[in-house]
């Protein structure tokens, strides 16, 4: 359903993709996957046209690279950024107000999701903790009919009860809406999903199924960087990506 | 007791006549990162239209119908101008300020080609020129006035940042803009409106700082303009409230200190706030809130 | 601000820009030697061709009143030529440093009101008060410069308006008598050497304005050329590369401002001596925008874009009062003859088209018109850069 081509980008003179290519399927969770600073949220951003970017995207066949943001938000494509990104000045049930787009906005599935927003609704989001936050982030997204969803690290700095509480939902919402997830947590990606694309330096290095990915130990340690130690289950496997996250645009 | 009581509510005045200016520079600034130096042009187009329109009509409502009309053409102009010529240059704020740097030179000499560079005499109503008693000061009632509309003005500009969409988009746009567009919101048609908002506060402040100056000039909004500037920074950029805050202390220190101390030295005084503020806290008074 | 690939930053000038990359436009590295002597030269050429110019009898009738070397087109051309040097110096900080103040005629009015009043009320030597009125603005820069450097961006430059307008309210208060309040306070002609004093002797303040705008030329030339102007240009396009290489851009930033000020406030001090006196429109915000719509119109941070500018800019502020009266304006319609009887309105407007239009400045003009040759000239090659700056701009 998305499929990316050859999608080139510059940020400050830096050549950070290379013509990057693959593609998403219509079901399911697609992993975008690499070390720190391969392009990963750049990725996503050149697709949503947060970043200036050459090449080709479609969705559904029909071309939205150099359409504007909120063009392509409107016609479904749904985005979490790294950070989450709530309006901490703003309460619970006004960021979920902002993110209303349509007239009948779903907040029985967000609620039943996560029925801490309502009791929470008139808390100022910035007072919630990293958790609550990255509900109110993907309750954002569930309010509205979406084509695709893009969510970048969204267990990024949780705990690990929260981060199994953050893939249970995502499983359940991939059920609907296929998903494009960057993520470092290697233990979420084999836990949701079916493919998996690799970054390195700007290009894609590797594509397949996740499962093949991750069953091959060496496979694993040249593309990402991380010892088969790290496949196991919960946050321990997310020790190596902890540190400079920054570095990743 | 007398002299304190009328120092204070003139100080007020003064404030409330910043905060005018700067709440909207200030929205202008937190949304759309624009640092508008065109905002005194829209001062003192408001001030010339009302004066414009002043002269024209009679009655009892001829001047707040000509103080609608100054607001109007504020309005008009703010609009007008992030539409033609802030609009064009997204995402680079450099040229966005040079843009308003040239425009507040040029409309300010277009005034002066118009109507000369002498000041004009105003037509404030009688009623302004008047005094009324305030424990036990004679104030004038064009301080009175000043200080009034400023306070509705603030109350509304909270309700509608508070209880309407487009003051959702705002609170949310002066936070994070990348991330309103991320929600499929045209944060754009904002700017436009906040302009539009700050064009209509501006004129409003020229029309009524026509009267609390008994006279229009066309550099009138320039020299206002710097002082709301540094109310701007004190209170937080984007901050409504914390230009409040910072509009009444500005407004207060500058009278009390150029009275009781020597001519300018209030004025002085006023900067030396300013670098304090920078030093102790570099995001002004409210931080980056737009309420 | 941060944002360089837009023109927000000026086009990266030959002179200090690093070594060329792949796909930088106006990368033309075999540069035949002949070019390369003549743009060593032709400065100098100019420079001589200034400092003869006195010595021409030429009138040119529309363009100045009187011969050349009458007084009056002498002192109006020593004005072009100080406001030249202003403008160059006020772009080491737009230009290459990437900073945006509004506060750059506080030192040019340090220089001017500090000559003057030592000379005028301290009665000290001009071969004394100068230097002490030119360090003095550097001190005040230094000063000011690092506390205002604490902020970035859009702050920076409402911090530097803000301290720009004390300066601004000081001289038009006149404390203690000093500064001679709105009227300004005239220079006490005979406490000066002869030489600069008198009608017939416009011609020494002309070469004294010419040499300070050489030296201007000549400071920003080395800032540009030595290893400080490629830190300067980092800076500029992203401070965290500057840092990472462990160089403290404030530092550099504050060294920037210290000399910059420095450069104003010696320019001030030509100006007082060229005018006979200091006025509080030099202390005014509205000095600074013209400073800075100088170096926009000419390029900023390009070599000699700026002081094209000023010269220009200077020139046409002065003409157009006068061409607003000759008979050409005077038929037009009333409704374009009283704006563009304006200077600042044309000026402005000229201004505003020019972002637009001509982001790069005169400079970027000539230099697109050589790259249109060059073009028309080779086959054309695809122009990396430029095309991630048009997407930027959208």
Known sequence: MLDVRDLSAWIGGSHILQGVTFGVEGTGVTALLGRNGVGKTSTLRAILGELPATGSVTVDGEPVLGRPTHRLVRAGLGYVPEDRCVFAGLSVAENLRLACRVPDPDYDTVYSLFPELRTRARQRAGTLSGGQQQMVAIGRLLLNPNRLLLIDEPTKGLAPKVVAEVTAVLAQVAQRVPILLVEQNLAVVRRLAGTAVVLAAGRVAWQGEAADLLGDADRTRSLLGVGSTGLGRGAASDAPSQSSRRGDH | ?291 | MSQSSSPAAPPVPETAAPPPAAGTPYASPARPPLRRLARAVLPLVVLVVAAVLPWSTVDIPGVFDGPLNSPGTLQLLALCLVFGGLAAGYDLLFGRAGLLSFGHALYLAVGAYGVDILVTHAHWPLWAAVPAAALGGAALAALLGSVALRTTGIAFAMVTLAFAQVGSILTQRDPGGLTGGEEGLPMDGSRLPGFLVGVANTVNLYWLALAFLAVVAFVVHRVDRGPYGRVLAGLRDDERRVAVLGLSPYRFKLVTFTLSGGLAALGGVVYALVVGGASPALAASDLTLSLLVMAVLGGPGTRWGPVIGGILYTYLDQRLTSLGGTSAIRHLPGVLRAPLSQPLFVLGAVFILAVYFAPGGLAGLGRRGAALTRALGRRPVPDRATGTTDATGR
Not at chain 2, 157 to 167: D, E, H, Q
Not at chain 2, 181 to 201: C, H, K, M, P
Not at chain 2, 213 to 230: E, M, T
Request: glycine fraction near 16%.
């Open chain 2, 1 to 291: 007791m007398g002299t304190v009581v009328l120092l204070a509510l003139t100080g007020l005045g003064l404030g409330a006549l910043y905060f005018l200016i700067a709440s909207g520079l200030s929205l202008v600034f937190g949304l759309a990162d624009v640092l508008n130096f065109a905002h005194g042009l829209f001062l003192s187009v408001g001030a010339y239209a009302t004066w414009w329109a002043g002269g024209r009509l009679s009655g009892p409502w001829g001047f707040p119908v000509a103080v609608l009309f100054g607001v109007a053409c504020g309005a008009a102009v703010g609009g007008l101008v992030e539409l033609v010529l802030i609009r064009p240059l997204y995402r680079r704020p450099t040229e966005q300020v040079l843009v308003t740097v040239g425009l507040s030179l040029a409309g300010v000499a277009l005034l002066q080609a118009g109507w000369g560079a002498d000041p004009r005499r105003y037509p404030s109503p009688q009623w302004t020129q008047k005094v009324t008693r305030v424990l036990g000061a004679d104030v004038p009632n064009d301080r009175l006035l000043l200080i009034g509309v400023a306070v509705v003005v603030l109350a509304g500009l909270l309700a509608f940042l508070r209880f309407t969409r487009y003051g959702l988009v705002i609170r949310a746009g002066v936070e994070n803009r990348a991330m309103v567009s991320a929600l499929g919101i045209d944060v754009r048609r904002a700017f436009t409106l906040v302009f539009a908002i700050g064009g209509a506060l501006a004129g409003l402040a020229g029309a009524l700082g026509g009267v609390y100056f008994g006279s229009v000039s066309p550099g009138q909004g320039a020299s206002l303009l710097i002082f709301a500037f540094i109310v701007v920074v004190i209170g937080g950029m984007g901050s409504v409230t914390g230009s409040a805050y910072a509009a009444v202390a500005v407004g207060l220190l500058q009278q009390f200190v150029n009275y009781y101390g020597t001519a300018g030295a209030g004025d002085i005084c006023v900067v030396a706030l300013l670098a304090v503020v920078l030093l102790v806290r570099p995001a002004g008074i409210a931080g980056r809130a737009a309420t």
